[in-house]
C-alpha cells in the first residue's frame, strides 16, 4: 500500500519534473511547481503516519501555507508584466 | 525503498540546480531554485530532521521567491536575458 503510494507519486513528480524543464512557457512551469508542492505534502503527511511523529505534520501545515503564498506571487508577478 | 527516493531526489535537484543557472529567461530560473528547495524540504525529512524542514520550508518557499519577484517587479525590463 505504502509502497504504491511511492511508486505513483515518484511517477507523477518526475512527469511533473519533465513538464517544468521543457515547458513552453512560464505558465506551464508554473503549474508543474504547484503540483509538485502539493504532491510533497502529501508525501509528508504519509511519511507522519509512517514514522507515527506529529511533528511532521507541522512541516506539511507550513509548506502548504507557504507554497501557496509562493504560487500567488509568481502569479501575481506574471499578471502584472505583460 | 528510501533509498530509490533519496536517489531520485538528489538527480532531480542537480538537474534543476542546473536547469536554474542556465534558463534563458529569470523567471524560469526563480521557479527551479523553488524546485531546487522543495527538493531539499523532502531531503531533510527523510534525513530525520524535522526543524532544519520547517526553516528551510518557510525561507526557501516563502521568503526567497517574494523577495526575488519582488525585487524582479521594481526592476523594469530585467527580464530580457
Known sequence: MITAFFVLVAAGVILSFIRILLGPTSSDRVAALDTM???LIGTITVIALILKRGIYLDIALVYGLLSYLETVVISRYM???K | MMTA???LAGAIMTVAAVFAVEAKKILDSVIAMSV???V???LFIAMRAPDVAITEASVGAGLVTAVFLVALFRMKGGDEE
Open chain 2, 40 to 42: 531539499s524540504v523532502f
Open chain 2, 36 to 38: 531546487v528547495s522543495l
Open chain 2, 5 to 7: 527516493l533519496v536517489v
Open chain 1, 79 to 81: 499578471e502584472g508584466r
Open chain 1, 37 to 39: 508542492n502539493v504532491m
